[in-house]
């Protein structure tokens, strides 16, 4: 009778411990199912331009309603117009999407990017870490690394490196752009001239074998040619979905690059254009990534 009790008792705490691993297993699903329909429902309205809620629907495997509540969440921050039925995107080759969009996009190819760089740099090194959601991935595959010297004009970066004890971390002065929490303008661009580093960490709005990289911000890119034009190195690291894309303001052409980092999800002709404009290309894996050499290299 007493070790039915017991049992019965053991039951009873297991069960609403079970009843919570559960409930949280199927919270982390809802939310990972939710940001991955979101940033589907986004792509597919920026590459067609427009898209009526039925389509989307169909496109991303969710009701009219959840769509209709992403819709009015996109609208806010500012990333489509709603109309009738549907949605237009505002996106053009100058738009810059809101960092609080840019920063939940590709999260996981971008954690892997910014590892394989962090593996790329070796100790004593001088390195530039450039603004963007990729480049900050990379300042987190840095943390506990020593002997290194790192100058940035992303407070974001600066954040994250701010009390590693084994980095010197530099901060160019400039002008605070909202959300990014870039620093632009004369001062950041004057921070460079009088250094000389070996590495330069490049974020890029994209990456064209013909075109070369692009930004959307004609700000950030004279503060990235700045930068250029003091390292040895040019390491640019790119998620998939920037290959191939043209945006609105030129940074360099691609014989000012020595490497591209992005993640598997690049198609073939892609890397190959990449390689044949002589761009080693490293494709992040789960460690440091396959690395292509350069064609004629």
């Known amino acids: 009778m007493l070790f039915?009790?017991?049992?019965?008792?053991?039951?009873?705490?297991?069960?609403?411990?079970?009843?919570?691993?559960?409930?949280?297993?199927?919270?982390?699903?809802t939310v990972v199912n939710s940001q991955t329909r979101r940033e589907t429902?986004?792509?597919?309205?920026?590459q067609k331009?427009?898209?009526?809620?039925?389509?989307?629907?169909?496109?991303t495997d969710a009701s009219p309603m959840t769509i209709r509540r992403d819709l009015e969440?996109?609208?806010?921050?500012?990333?489509?117009?709603?109309?009738?039925?549907?949605?237009?995107?505002?996106?053009?080759r100058g738009y810059l999407p809101p960092y609080?969009?840019?920063?939940?996009?590709?999260?996981?190819?971008?954690?892997?990017?910014?590892?394989?760089?962090?593996?790329?740099?070796?100790?004593?090194?001088?390195?530039?870490?450039?603004?963007?959601?990729?480049?900050?991935?990379?300042?987190?595959?840095l943390r506990g690394r020593r002997n290194l010297t790192v100058l940035t004009s992303s407070l974001h970066v600066?954040?994250?490196?701010?009390?590693?004890?084994?980095?010197?971390?530099?901060?160019?002065g400039g002008t605070v752009t909202p959300g990014d929490l870039s620093l632009v303008g004369d001062l950041a661009e004057d921070a460079f001239s009088r250094l000389r580093f070996d590495t330069f960490v490049m974020g890029v709005a994209g990456v064209d074998a013909e075109v070369g990289c692009t930004e959307f911000s004609t700000d950030d890119a004279r503060v990235k040619r700045a930068a250029l034009a003091t390292v040895r190195r040019c390491?640019?690291?790119?998620?998939?979905?920037?290959?191939?894309?043209?945006?609105?303001?030129?940074?360099?052409?691609?014989?000012?690059?020595?490497?591209?980092?992005?993640?598997?999800?690049?198609?073939?002709?892609?890397?190959?254009?990449?390689e044949a404009a002589h761009v080693e290309v490293v494709v992040a894996?789960?460690?440091?990534?396959?690395?292509r050499p350069a064609e004629g290299s």
Do not use: W
């Not at 705490?13 to 919570?20: E, K, S, T, Y």
């Not at 894996?285 to 690395?291: A, D, F, I, L, Y």
């Open 100 to 141: 609080s969009v840019r920063e939940k996009r590709e999260l996981a190819a971008k954690a892997l990017i910014g590892e394989a760089v962090a593996s790329m740099i070796g100790e004593r090194e001088t390195v530039i870490l450039d603004v963007g959601t990729t480049t900050l991935q990379t300042a987190r595959g």
């Open 73 to 92: 969440a996109f609208e806010k921050e500012g990333v489509l117009r709603r109309v009738h039925g549907g949605a237009v995107s505002v996106a053009s």
């Open 285 to 291: 894996g789960h460690e440091t990534g396959k690395r």
């Open 235 to 274: 390491i640019v690291v790119a998620d998939s979905s920037k290959l191939g894309v043209v945006t609105f303001a030129r940074i360099c052409p691609l014989d000012s690059v020595n490497v591209v980092v992005t993640d598997s999800r690049a198609q073939p002709e892609q890397l190959a254009a990449l």
């Open 49 to 59: 331009g427009e898209l009526t809620v039925a389509e989307l629907s169909q496109l």
């Open 41 to 46: 429902a986004l792509e597919l309205l920026q």
């Open 4 to 29: 039915r009790s017991h049992l019965l008792l053991i039951r009873t705490i297991i069960l609403p411990i079970d009843l919570r691993i559960n409930k949280q297993a199927l919270y982390i699903r």
């Open 158 to 172: 600066a954040n994250v490196l701010a009390k590693e004890s084994g980095i010197r971390l530099m901060v160019t």
